[in-house]
């Protein structure tokens, strides 16, 4: 599997969201993680746009 390709980003994506989710749940006032939390949620929503658009090109084709 290729480390660079968008969907496996899209899965490290997820395996980080998971992890700060689970820790943010425990520490509700960490702001710092919170921030970056948001961060990683809307990087993560930009890839999947990116690759359902391009999914959509590749089978309309």
Same mark, same amino acid.
């Given at each position: 599997? =290729? ?9 490290? %994506? ?6 700060? !989710? +689970?820790? %943010?749940?425990?520490?509700? =006032?960490?702001?710092?993680?919170? !921030?970056?939390? +948001? +961060? %990683? +949620?809307?990087? %993560?929503?930009?890839?999947?746009? &990116?690759? &359902? ?5 590749? &089978?309309? !084709?």
């Amino acid at each position: 599997m =290729k480390t660079g390709s968008f969907e496996f980003q899209i899965f490290l %994506l997820n395996k980080k969201i998971e992890k700060l !989710r +689970i820790h %943010l749940k425990k520490h509700k =006032k960490d702001f710092s993680n919170k !921030r970056h939390f +948001i +961060i %990683l +949620i809307n990087k %993560l929503k930009k890839k999947k746009k &990116y690759v &359902y658009a391009r999914m959509v090109k590749w &089978y309309t !084709r």
